[in-house]
């Protein structure tokens, strides 16, 4: 059964913090249908008796200086039980990241999630931000298909020759997009997705929306509370985004993470040597591994895994160590009995790149293109690359060539919004885990230090997203108190700065059972 909303945009805050002529936006009306929902919007939730899951278009303007052009946002929306008339808490939009992940799948997740019957007292809603997924259009630039078939070029490269091919790729997946979304690609931004948020609280009827935000959601989340303060009523940021060096620098600053992070789970893999015999100690685990990645150039497990789809695979271990027991045993598999088996299933379940992948990557370099400058030398590049590399040599090259595109993207990129502590908004949750790679503990502790009415939780682990997906209590705790009633952990020390509470990591992952043991019976790669 459809629903009608009739809405009047609320413009006004809009006009002021982003100096749109109020004449360009006082058309701005339009109705909200709600509907059944096809594709990744469609479902239910977890529980049996979940409600059910409801799917809406909006129309958002392309240009918010020039709004008679339109493009579409996807939502969904997962209602809560308690009547509006009761102690219902109004809107809670999600958003995972990316830039370019579609949110109407987490918003499924969290209405389901949510601790202390909180989902009975929120309207869940997700959505694609502007090019992904369902929303109209979703930015493609390459058939997938030919860009990504494996096996692809080494990302390390050894050669000059091996180094301008990858080049070569950076520069005509720019060229790519270029030619197909000229005029789109200026309108992908940071601030015009949170201008979308506030037409997506608009559309709803709410004076002020709560908000859940993951990795790059952090930023998403942080810019709309600088640019629409007296909009946001809760506003949780789980594993934040240095707001310090977008993106450029940022994106250098993680290889160093990731490597500590690839260096657990080898310690890890050593730890549990009597299960997946690659080495009683790290050096011994690592050796293995640079070793297994190196055989892999010349002789791709089953022709379709070869170094660069390797990195691919355990990087995702840096995201949660929950993987890690079936990485391991894909990588022992491999290295003591050449059996390529678990390393290709592995690779197909976690890494493999497909339309969807595409398409996020795109919104991806899009985004992050735009928002800011980057460098057009690709002498800097190599310069900044190679000497991290030296240092931290798992992700270093791999990240460049995923960024490379935008060294040759078309425009320079804009100004990031500066984030600040405005005296309407109100104090923010923030969550971090200590080891995480993908966002590291400074940004935390830089976005905390910035906006000075936040809390910051700091839970023990090494995984990227915490609140809701780890079963840890004590964070789910400060989460539930937070969305219930704005409670907030105390005040941390005289200043107010750096970790107000903390909560212990969970028990980690568990090897192999015993009957899984990995015999000792070939050599290396055989």
């Not at 709410?206 to 810019?223: C, D, F, K, N, Q």
């Not at 997203?465 to 005289?494: I, K, M, Q, S």
């Not at 015999?519 to 290396?524: I, N, R, V, Y």
Request: net charge positive; hydrophobic share 40%.
């Amino acid at each position: 059964m459809k629903r009608v909303v009739g809405v009047v945009a609320g413009v006004g805050m809009l006009v002021v913090a982003v100096g749109v002529p109020p004449q360009a936006m006082a058309h701005v009306r339009q109705d909200l249908v709600w509907g059944a929902c096809e594709g990744a919007g469609a479902g239910r939730g977890s529980a049996s008796a979940a409600p059910a899951v409801e799917c809406a278009t909006l129309r958002v303007p392309l240009d918010y200086r020039r709004p008679d052009r339109t493009v579409g946002i996807a939502l969904n929306r997962i209602k809560g039980r308690t009547p509006r008339s009761g102690n219902h808490l109004g809107v809670l939009l999600v958003n995972p990241g990316g830039p370019g992940a579609s949110g109407r799948d987490l918003a499924k997740y969290v209405a389901a999630a949510l601790p202390g019957g909180l989902a009975d007292r929120f309207d869940v809603i997700g959505f694609d931000p502007r090019g992904v997924g369902e929303s109209t259009p979703a930015l493609r630039c390459v058939d997938p298909g030919e860009y990504y078939a494996p096996p692809r070029p080494d990302y390390v490269p050894k050669t000059a020759q091996e180094e301008a091919v990858l080049v070569g790729r950076a520069r005509e997946y720019a060229e790519a997009c270029e030619r197909r979304w000229s005029w789109f690609l200026p309108h992908l931004t940071t601030e015009n997705s949170a201008r979308d948020m506030d037409m997506i609280r608009a559309a709803l009827g709410e004076p002020r929306i709560s908000y859940l935000g993951y990795s790059y959601g952090t930023y998403l989340g942080a810019v709309y509370a600088t640019l629409f303060p007296r909009r946001v009523k809760r506003l949780v940021l789980d594993s934040v985004v240095d707001p310090r060096g977008i993106w450029y620098a940022s994106n250098l600053k993680q290889n160093a993470y990731f490597d500590r992070r690839h260096r657990d789970f080898l310690a890890w893999t050593a730890r549990h040597n009597r299960v997946y015999r690659l080495g009683a100690t790290t050096k011994a685990a690592s050796f293995a591994w640079y070793a297994t990645r190196e055989r892999l150039r010349t002789r791709p497990a089953g022709g379709v895994v070869g170094p660069s789809e390797f990195d691919d695979l355990y990087t995702v271990g840096g995201y949660s160590d929950m993987i890690w027991p079936e990485l391991a045993r894909a990588f022992s598999a491999y290295v003591r009995r050449g059996d390529t088996a678990p390393l290709l299933a592995a690779y197909r379940k976690h890494a493999k790149n497909d339309a969807a992948t595409e398409n996020g990557y795109a919104v991806y370099l899009a985004t992050e293109c735009a928002d800011a400058p980057w460098p057009r030398d690709w002498n800097r590049w190599r310069t900044d690359t190679a000497a991290i590399h030296a240092r931290a040599p798992f992700l270093a090259w791999q990240n460049a060539w995923y960024n490379a595109p935008c060294a040759f993207w078309p425009g320079r990129g804009g100004v990031p919004v500066r984030i600040r502590q405005d005296r309407a908004l109100p104090g923010a949750l923030l969550i971090q885990s200590r080891r995480d790679a993908a966002t590291p503990y400074p940004g935390a502790l830089e976005l905390r230090r910035i906006l000075t009415r936040s809390r910051l939780v700091v839970e023990g682990g090494g995984d990227h997203g915490v609140a809701l997906f780890e079963g840890n209590r004590c964070v789910d705790g400060h989460l539930a108190a937070y969305l219930r009633d704005g409670t907030l952990p105390g005040r941390a020390g005289r200043t107010g700065a750096g970790v107000d509470a903390r909560c212990a990591a969970g028990p980690g992952p568990q090897p192999a059972t015993q009957a899984e043991r990995i015999p000792m019976t070939a050599d290396l790669g055989r």
